[in-house]
Structure formats: structure tokens, C-alpha cells
């Protein structure tokens, strides 16, 4: 699978961004999408993420109620639109999939993908 992400820049705190990835390759195994971000000397931090089975979504506390995660409707592209932005959301966020791999034997096995990063820096 490979991910390729757009969006982000230089922001003021209080309007809205929005992120986009788009997956190619095996996108049939991709099990979930989701975005990460990581800080300079941080670890990389699951910001929001959705499960392709059901849809269902979670996000990290500090980004309840102000981002949203979606997905084009029978693509394998995935948005973070992000409303509201504050400067603590300054960092390099990441698209993430973690994809099922079936094997011959009925079993499976997990693999992952990350794209190349974008920085959003949020201006008070």
C-alpha cells in the first residue's frame, strides 16, 4: 500500500485545515486508516483513526469535537479536516494504514504503511 498525503502549511489558530491521503496498491487488505502526528523530540501520537469494516471512528481526547476523520465513499482516499486549530496541534502528521494479510491457511497476519508526512504548523 502506498500513501500519499496533501494539505497542511502554515495556519492560524481558529480556522480550518484540511488533510488528504490518498492510498494505492493492495488498498483491498486495509484493515484501518488513520492519521498520527509526531513533535520534534515526541512520540508519534494517534490523532483519529476509521475502521473500513464498520466505519467506526475514535480520536485522541485533545481533538474531540474539533477534527473530523472521513473517507470518500468507495476510495481509499482519507481527510482529516481540522476545525478550530490550535498551536499545541503544531507537529508533522503522518497517514497510517494497518492492513490484513489472509494467508493460504486461513490465518492473518498484520502489516502497515505510513506516508511521507506533512508539516501543519498552527500561528497563534
Known amino acids: 500500500v502506498q500513501l500519499v498525503e496533501s494539505g497542511g502549511g502554515l495556519t492560524q489558530a481558529g480556522s480550518a485545515v484540511r488533510l488528504s491521503c490518498a492510498a494505492s496498491?493492495?488498498?483491498?487488505?486495509?484493515?484501518?486508516m488513520g492519521w498520527y502526528r509526531q513533535t520534534p523530540g515526541g512520540e508519534r501520537e494517534l490523532v483519529a483513526e476509521?475502521?473500513?469494516?464498520?466505519?467506526?471512528?475514535k480520536y485522541e481526547d485533545s481533538v474531540k469535537g474539533r477534527f473530523t476523520i472521513s473517507r470518500d465513499s468507495g476510495k481509499y482516499t482519507m481527510y482529516l479536516q481540522m476545525n478550530n486549530p490550535k498551536p499545541d496541534d503544531t507537529a508533522v502528521y503522518y497517514c497510517?494504514?494497518?492492513?490484513?494479510?489472509?494467508?493460504?491457511?486461513?490465518?492473518?497476519?498484520?502489516?502497515?504503511?505510513w506516508g511521507q508526512g506533512t508539516q501543519v504548523t498552527v500561528s497563534s
Open positions: 497510517h494504514t494497518k492492513n490484513r494479510i489472509w494467508t493460504s491457511s486461513g490465518s492473518y497476519y498484520y502489516t502497515e504503511n
Open positions: 496498491g493492495s488498498t483491498s487488505t486495509i484493515n484501518t
Open positions: 476509521m475502521d473500513l469494516n464498520d466505519g467506526s471512528t
